[in-house]
């Protein structure tokens, strides 16, 4: 696999498969119908919760984020960090909100809000926004954005989810993209771990020990509850995409559900061969935030154990802890052909989208 | 190859086992359905007793993509073979391992002559 080589950055076409809009709130109510909209602009009490941890360390790490809140910032973006297709999302979790009308409603909203800010007058692509609440209503919501061309998979945040994602309540959602011909992704949340994890969001006394775990955490419990219960065997159409947790943790999880399917295997019958299989074959990682090992040679081995057919570039941008196209392509110009490398920066996002450039 | 013969069919019922020693190996004829299938007591997972384990069903499901339901099926009663390490299943017939594709219990001819089972190895 390995072959050293160079290659102009300008001669790349990237796609960056994590791309954030900030939207505040007195713009998403603009979006919403009452009483949502009340709700969020005159409620003494905020709708969006806050867990509190200071991420940005009193200001220490800049903030990138507030300011980028329209399609001139992605343009700008782009011409900075050399992304030549960005897959936009919304962002915001919403697996965290215990009305579930409330949750279906910022479901729409955010959609009609990507529709008209983002997709309707500018070439970009786009996530829909899916609410797993009232699983009926996602599907129909993934019907109606199915229609849009620009719209290229749907968008569910792994936190405050529950039941896990797996769960046979919200087959309708992955009957729904599967019909629609949209892959489903999901994105782990830091501030959301209070949702998941109470007790060690409660205990951890900093910040650093929140975020080590609760990207991974979520996005293992996610693939975990997916396999268990055999979304992938049941819609063999549908591809999943894992953002937001690094790749280390996709090997591991392969070979755990691997060893625990074989001795367990009349628990989840619906399987019809490995786990690792079901990864390889129907689902897809985005690198940020990659790993920093000590060595240069462990990356590229955790990189050869994935292969260029699962893995796709991402960057977060313009979240906090965001990944330069530098920070992967180091390893891949030195260590891996070109054909690869294209692969991982275009290609395979191209097929994990099914996207028509 | 040679032929060993390990036991009288008479002292091996329907759906029970025995264990004998060959050439210094482990082996287990399985009496199923009037049929014997003799396989060496070797798992191929981290080389377990396999052939002493517990003989149940499985479960199979099916699901209904319309319905969006699941079926669970109780099946082969009697037919698999759990390995009492860690609960790999085979199936006695075939000797397949029904988690891991390409994987089986080492197998060995088997043949009934004059009420005489034997085996070759
Ligand atoms: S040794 Fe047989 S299941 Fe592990």
Redesign the pocket.
Known sequence: MAQTSSHALADTTVIDTDVHITVEEETIAEYLDEPYRSSILDSPHPVFPSSSWDQRMGGKIDDHFSTFTGPADIRQFQSDFNIDYPIINTFEPLGKFSQPDLAMSLMRAYNDLLMDRFLDDYDFLGLAAVATQKPAEAAEEIDRMGDEDQIVGIYLGTSGEYPPLGDPSNDPIYKAAEDNGLPVVFHGNGDEFMFDFPHHNKGFNNYFEVQTLGHPWQQMATMSSLIGEGVPAKFPDLDFVFLEAGIGWVPYMMHRMNKIYR?RRSEVPLLEKSPEEYVRDQFYIGSQPLGEPNGAEDMKRMIETLGADLLMFATDYPHWDFDHLEELDKYLQHYFSEEERQKILYETPVEAFNLDL | MSEHTVSTVDEIQDGERKLVEVEGREIAIFRLDGEFYAYTNW??????P?CEGSVTGTRNAEFDREELETDLEWCKEDEILN??????EYDIPSGDCLSRDGTKLPGHPVKVEEQEIIVSL
Do not use: I, L, S, T
Request: proline letters at 7%.
């Open positions: 001795m | 798992c191929a997972h981290q080389g377990g396999a390995c009492p390490w860690h609960g790999w």
